[in-house]
């Protein structure tokens, strides 16, 4: 196995997710590469130590700028907040790095535009952490999907629901506050979490051409807690939208973070002509399925449990029967990346197939401001 040098920004919540995955994917998959957690960068260097001894990296960074000529580096993980993502990526490809990014891609399609262009420019491979494709459950409702078995799809529904912003009292910007800050996150809720409904749909369903949005930010200001001061809050805090799809089918998308008792309701549903389907991310490794063929008497919603051998992914865990859980999509990734990295391309989702997820939330945010139906580019 080919040593695979990385270098990580950013040591919060998808950091450890991150290390987690490169740490354990050769456990359980056989894979061309065998990742190196080479170093660390986070702006606090106490805290990038702490993180260093816990997870095995060699060495700490508190400037990303050092990584990019670092020659014991081959590729940059981008696990920082969204306002780094552009600045960060496109250096790092420009000196020849590989470059894995968390989504979404940048704050919007500019951004977005020229990190795909230098990653294309400079033929490295490039993914985007979009791990809900790769749960296995969700992976085995595609492959229904590519296999015709829902027939003509008519509708898609789905939400992202949490409720830890309700309190006016929380304040915005800073650490572990930076998504309340529109020039840190780029958006609200429409970025943040419909932008992973949008990447499974498109994934699912194929391209949307139309939408009509709304959004609303309930609490009009907040302290920011960089400068002590009350400011306004222009983020959105709820989001909702009806799309077409370019199938023909039609659909509802809505998140928000004011869904008092929820605290990461991820759902979909999909109707076709023959078949149904149910997902929940509260019930990860479970997929509903009606299937209209069934003999008529026996005709009801199945509960699948996604942990046989011939699942998606599940032959490389446990027996069957047993589940796995949130941590493992991202191991999922890493592996599907060292794979595809092996036969000489990129893993999906690529930088330029996440920006398609972002001219879908950039055109809500247009829909939403113009109270009209926009198209997607
Ligand atoms: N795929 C997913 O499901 C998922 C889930 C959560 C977050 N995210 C995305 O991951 C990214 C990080 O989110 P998070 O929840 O881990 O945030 P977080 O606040 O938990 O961690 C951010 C980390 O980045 C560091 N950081 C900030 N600015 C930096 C800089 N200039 N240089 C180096 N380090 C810097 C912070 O010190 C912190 O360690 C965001 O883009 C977010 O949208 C994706």
């Not at 590469?33 to 606090?44: D, E, G, S």
């Not at 009292?169 to 572990?176: I, R, V």
Request: charged share 25%; glycine share 8%; with cysteine.
């Amino acid at each position: 196995m080919k040593k695979l040098n990385i270098a990580l920004v950013g040591c919060g919540f998808m950091g450890r997710t991150h290390s987690n995955a490169f740490r354990k994917v050769t456990n359980f998959f056989d894979t061309p590469y065998q990742p190196v957690l080479k170093r660390i960068c986070a702006r606090n260097g106490e805290k990038a130590k702490t993180f260093a001894d816990r997870w095995g990296f060699e060495s700490v960074e508190t400037d990303w700028r050092k990584l990019i000529d670092d020659k014991d580096v081959d590729l940059i993980d981008i696990a920082s907040p969204n306002d780094t993502h552009a600045e960060i990526a496109i250096a790092a490809a420009k000196a020849g790095k590989m470059v894995m990014c968390e989504k979404p891609l940048g704050r919007n399609p500019t951004e977005s535009e020229a990190m795909v262009k230098a990653v294309e420019d400079a033929k490295v491979a490039n993914m985007v952490w979009y791990n809900y494709r790769r749960v296995p459950a969700v992976t085995l409702a595609k492959q229904l999907i590519d296999e015709g078995r829902l027939g003509r799809i008519f509708h898609y529904r789905t939400v992202f629901l949490q409720d830890w912003t309700i309190s006016s009292d929380l304040p915005q910007g800073g650490e572990g506050l930076w998504r309340l800050d529109a020039s840190i996150a780029g958006s609200g809720v429409t970025g943040d979490l419909l932008a992973h409904n949008i990447d499974t749909a498109l994934w699912l369903n194929g391209g949307i051409e139309e939408v009509t949005a709304m959004t609303e930010t309930f609490i009009k200001t907040r302290k920011h807690s960089l400068t002590g001061k009350e400011e306004p809050v222009k983020i959105d805090d709820a989001s909702a939208f009806l799309a077409r799809f370019k199938n023909g089918s039609l659909a509802t998308f809505e998140a928000t973070r004011y869904a008092r008792g929820h605290k990461a309701l991820y759902t979909f549903e999909i109707n076709g002509e023959k078949a149904s389907i149910i997902w929940d991310l509260h019930d990860l490794h479970r997929l509903q399925y009606f299937d209209h063929n069934d003999v008529s008497k026996l005709r009801g919603w199945r509960s699948i449990h996604v942990t046989d051998t011939e699942h998606p992914y599940m032959k490389h865990w446990w027996v069957p029967g047993l589940q796995i859980g949130y941590e493992h999509t991202f191991i999922h990734q890493v592996a599907d990346f060292l794979t595809d990295l092996g036969g000489g391309k990129s893993a999906s989702p690529t930088f330029r197939e996440a920006l398609a997820t972002d001219y879908v939330t950039a055109a809500v945010l247009e829909s939403a401001a113009s109270k009209t139906w926009v198209k997607v580019r």
